[in-house]
């Protein structure tokens, strides 16, 4: 198969070089450590640098095939391979953007945060496999890859999570984040035999060919695309496999939460938006007709309560760390929107606002994490309190802090005000006033619980037992990077969002 | 035609009634001995040691794991080599024999870095290193 690539014609697997620019980073951090093995004794900042620049080089590489258009309507259309098991589409690309800037940050950050760790080679390495997993997630075009490729970026990440492996907080994170996670994978490999078990099919699109409006075995299929939606709900950290976030997301060093916060929970997204789009489009309803199995509604509850939880449950929490853990399972709950909503006559505008949404929170929501990297790394505590008067000492950092917060409560202050504004467009178009006013309520009440991490940071007074000593530069520029970002998406937000929504579309 | 699903059932039923007969038979005609080494944890015929809670050794872990990878590659390279000579033929050889150098080319680097980090290495336990000198003394 060949395919033209701003030109030239290449062979179709080339459109994959963003996942496979991953792959030989991490086979690169390997064979740096195979060459130094001893805990601690290979380079620190060679690794990140590779580590960041294979990161940022597959960001660079996707955003460039989504540029000039490959797998989209105008230029190639989606490049399948593999018999259909992978495809690369406008979707697909823009994912891997999301998951290369996060991955690009976390690994930036690492480098300051990692200092005098031993075993930093397996750190980047892991990351770099999850990476590789969330990237290929993107393009899995059938239940058996997607599988697979959910467990290459999960498996990673128990690990992450327990990094510190003599630190019995960060272990007992893992056990309960590998706990759930078997647990739910147990649960989306039932769905998919069901699922199987119905159509007879595993590719996505051969599923939704094969089941048709009127599937024979509906109830069969019903029990089977529940379950699916529920594994799903653990990787996107969402009710009711959510439980697992706060825990894993405090125990894990705070770049790795930034990491599972975002690119995860992104790459979650995006398999469940082609799987549910492609595989059971007319058996929910959506090519008109009573649906046979209404998963529209189930996403919609499932929304609904994720969001109520996410915020009710960060609005009670006194360490910054978990508030910002449940604030994502709330984020979770805003970008399901896009499923929920699906049903609007425009649902490429509905999909490509979940989608602007999840670029711009890969930013801001990283960004907040790494803020939090950078107390834990001046070692003041956990609490709200203890970030108190801490902008005498560190106002850069603390600005940067204050933005990732007002846009994730969605302020224009960032992209994140944008971003929600198309989210409440989406379910007015759709009709589903239910959705809106979650989304309005939940937002004003994050805006609480957000402003109280500002007031501790630039209006209560210092109790002068902190002193900075240090201002860790890669941490820093990690930081100020995601705020620039953030703020910068503002303006930019309509340069992107086309691109957004013309791969949405592509999906229909 | 009578339905077949009653051979199947009355197939069943023997297969049940068979062995829990015999059973029930041997219960009632044997004699009843009680006795210390009857209720011992079997341990193919060695005088057990310690319970059965005991922590292993993480090498078993490691080779195992190492075993599954080379498994999985050989199942992979075996269908690989039947149709090799026609698919060279059909399609050439870069396309045929490349990406099974690159398949194997990773699972190289893999290996490498476990030797290198130890994964092979054979390492002494402390506990059983400490019986071998009790026993001797």
């Known amino acids: 198969m060949v395919v033209e690539i701003g030109g030239f014609a290449v062979a179709d697997w080339v459109t994959l070089a963003p996942t ?10 390997f064979l740096i450590d195979t060459v130094e ?21 597959a960001f660079l590489v996707a955003g460039y095939l989504l540029v000039v258009g490959v797998g989209q309507e105008r230029v190639t259309g989606p490049v399948s391979m593999f018999n259909g098991q992978l495809v690369v589409d406008g979707m697909s690309l823009f994912f891997v953007v999301i998951v290369g800037s996060v991955t690009a940050l976390v690994a930036l950050a690492s480098y300051d945060y990692l200092a005098g760790e031993a075993y930093q080679a397996e750190y980047y390495a892991l990351v770099l496999l ?12 059938s239940l058996a890859t997607a599988f697979v490729c959910l467990e290459l970026s999960s498996l990673p990440s128990y690990a992450l999570v327990a990094f510190y492996k003599d630190n019995r907080g960060s272990v007992e994170a893992s ?15 039932y769905g998919i035999s069901l699922v199987y078990a119905a159509s007879g099919r595993l590719q996505f699109g051969a599923v939704a060919e094969q089941l048709g409006a009127r599937p024979e075995f509906a109830g069969v299929l019903g029990v089977g695309v529940v379950m699916v939606l529920l594994g799903f709900a653990f990787k996107t950290a969402s009710v009711p496999f959510h439980f697992w976030a706060p825990e894993a997301y405090e125990g894990a060093p705070a770049p790795v939460s930034a990491f599972l916060s975002s690119a995860s929970k992104a790459a979650g997204f995006v398999l469940a938006f082609r799987l549910f789009l492609t595989a059971f489009p007319e058996v929910g309803g959506l090519a008109g007709g009573d649906p046979a199995v209404d998963w529209v509604v189930a996403v919609q509850v499932l929304a609904v309560v994720t969001m109520f939880v996410g915020n009710f449950a960060a609005a009670t929490q006194e360490k910054v760390k978990r508030m910002l853990a449940y604030s994502s399972v709330g984020h979770a709950g805003y970008v399901l929107i896009g499923l929920a909503a699906i049903s609007a006559p425009d649902s490429g505008f509905v999909l490509g606002a979940s989608m602007m949404h999840l670029l711009v929170y890969g930013f801001m929501n990283t960004g907040a994490f790494l803020f939090v990297a950078l107390a834990e790394q001046w070692g003041i505590g956990r609490t709200f309190q203890d970030f108190n008067g801490l902008s005498t000492q560190a106002p850069l950092a603390c600005a940067a802090m204050t933005v990732f917060l007002f846009s994730l409560a969605g302020l224009p202050i960032g992209g994140g005000f944008i971003s929600k504004l198309y989210l409440l467009a989406a379910t007015a178009k759709a009709g589903t006033w239910l959705l809106g006013a979650a989304l309005i309520v939940n937002s004003a009440l994050s805006l609480y619980y957000y402003s109280r991490v500002v007031k501790a940071m ?11 000593e240090s201002y860790p530069t890669s941490l820093y520029a990690a930081v100020v990077i995601a705020a620039v970002a953030t703020v910068v998406l503002l303006p930019a937000f309509g340069l992107l969002s086309p691109s957004a929504f013309n791969a949405a579309s592509g999906l229909f | 035609m009578s339905n077949p699903w009653i051979a199947i059932g009355a197939l069943a039923l023997v297969a049940v009634v068979i062995p829990v007969s015999m059973l029930t038979m041997s219960r009632l005609l044997r004699p009843s001995v009680p006795e210390q080494g009857k209720r011992a944890v079997y341990e193919s015929g060695e005088v057990p040691t310690g ?17 599954v990878v080379f498994d999985i590659e050989t199942v992979l390279i075996f269908p690989w080599t039947v149709i090799y000579r026609d698919a060279v033929a059909n399609v050439g050889l870069a396309r045929v024999l490349l990406p099974m150098l690159a398949f194997i080319g990773v699972l190289v680097v893999a290996l490498a870095w476990a030797w290198r980090n130890g994964a092979v290495r054979w390492v002494r336990s402390p506990r059983t290193t400490a019986q071998r000198v009790d026993r001797k003394s």
């Open chain 2, 51 to 67: 319970d059965t809670r005991i922590r292993f050794n993480i090498q078993y872990y490691m080779v195992a794991l190492l075993f």
């Open chain 1, 458 to 468: 630039w209006f209560e007074e210092p109790d002068g037992t902190v002193e900075i």
């Open chain 1, 175 to 189: 056990l309960k984040y590998f706990l759930v996670g078997a647990l739910s994978s147990s649960v989306l490999v």
């Open chain 1, 37 to 57: 093995p001893r805990p601690g004794s290979s380079s620190n900042a060679v690794l990140a640098a590779v580590t960041t620049v294979g990161s940022l080089l």
């Open chain 1, 20 to 29: 496979l620019v991953l792959v030989a980073a991490s086979l690169l951090v």
């Open chain 1, 130 to 141: 999850a990476a590789t997993g969330m990237s290929l997630m993107a393009s899995a075009n």
